[in-house]
């Protein structure tokens, strides 16, 4: 394994004291894009739902549960599944430029949190493609994004969140479940409050904050003031960035979909005879591009005589087989 080593003389550390998920989510995304520092964040959530980039609200979250409890939606850029936050859970957030890691490396990102559990008592270790567990209950979904020479990493450490509104909320696809040989989500996942017996959710942080801070070196600094922050806001928090109805409930005719190690692909689409008319791919999977380019070059082809493609920037782990046997599948 990699050591961590982020350019010391650069890394940065910010604490977030603000609970709004689409203020939060827009300051990752500007210090991503307009910054070439390493960068640390531990921020929290009001209770919210985020689903990943490439996820159907409609089909991850009961948003009748959402609104008649007033739960937020959201939607981040990276890929991956759909996570519960509330105030006893703690979110961490790597921000790094790519010649100093490698995209979709979750044991890089991950490795400075678990050292930082384990001067508290705690072993964890990386479980699956991107999850964090301790004594077999998962406790930390991560997820990724890389463009512009930057990659953000980022994940959830459940300290002590409800869990009854966790499972109430989210949609949790029956073969993830029936993967892990658990009856329900609120089974899957575990707090790690039970754990760490009088520690509060403050004094969590203050540990784990501690932890990066000596080990990197990191230099605080405050959120920036720009308008390019509440601009990202308000898209975040705009109905057509979290729902993206227009691409999700088109009158798709055909479906696929399929349960792979890397994630789950599903394949909507509305075919003329044999000819691709329009195409919907959505899941819980990682990319290093965006998928709508994915979208575009099956757009026009026919089933009998597609080209040879390769899905593997878009949907990370497949390959051109992997596709055409999914596409093909009756």
């Known amino acids: 394994m990699r050591e961590y080593a982020p350019n010391l003389g650069f890394m940065k550390y910010l604490r977030l004291h603000s609970t709004d998920p689409y203020y939060n989510l827009a300051v990752e995304e500007y210090l991503l894009r307009h910054t070439r520092d390493d960068i640390f964040m531990l921020w929290q959530n009001e209770r919210t739902v985020v689903i990943g980039k ?14 008649k409890e007033n739960i937020r939606v959201s ?10 936050h509330d105030m006893g859970n703690v979110n961490y957030t790597f921000i790094t430029s790519s010649e100093r890691a490698t995209a979709l490396d979750y044991a890089y990102f991950t490795r400075p949190i678990i050292e930082a559990l384990a001067t508290l008592g705690v072993k964890a270790e990386l479980s699956g493609r991107n999850d964090l567990e301790c004594e077999g209950k998962k406790f930390s979904g991560n997820a990724q994004y890389t463009g512009d020479g930057r990659i953000l990493h980022h994940g959830t450490l459940l300290y002590d969140t409800d869990a009854d509104v966790m499972s109430r909320v989210l949609r949790v696809d029956k073969e993830k ?13 575990g707090n790690l409050a039970p754990l760490l017996r009088g520690i509060t959710a403050e004094e969590f942080i203050k540990s784990i904050e501690a932890h990066v801070l000596k080990t990197t070196g990191a230099e605080r600094i405050e959120i920036p003031a720009t308008d390019v922050i509440e601009a990202l806001r308000e898209r975040n928090a705009s109905r057509e960035w979290i729902l993206s109805e227009k691409r999700y409930l088109t009158d798709y005719t055909v479906k696929r979909r399929k349960k792979y190690p890397f994630g789950i692909v599903c394949i909507e689409m509305v ?16 990319g290093t591009s965006p998928v709508g ?17 390769d899905p593997s920037p878009y949907i990370a782990g497949m390959t051109g087989e992997d596709l055409l046997s999914l596409l093909l599948e009756t």
């Open 177 to 189: 479940l029936a993967h892990r040989a658990v009856k329900s989500h609120k089974g899957r996942v």
């Open 293 to 309: 380019a994915l979208e575009d070059a099956l757009c026009g082809q026919t089933l009998d005589a597609l080209p040879p493609i």
């Open 54 to 67: 490439n996820q159907n609200a409609y089909a991850e979250v009961d948003l009748d549960y959402a609104k």
């Open 75 to 84: 939607r981040r850029i990276s890929g991956g599944g759909a996570v519960y």
């Open 271 to 286: 075919l003329a005879g044999e000819k691709i008319e329009k195409v919907c791919i959505c899941g819980d999977f990682f």
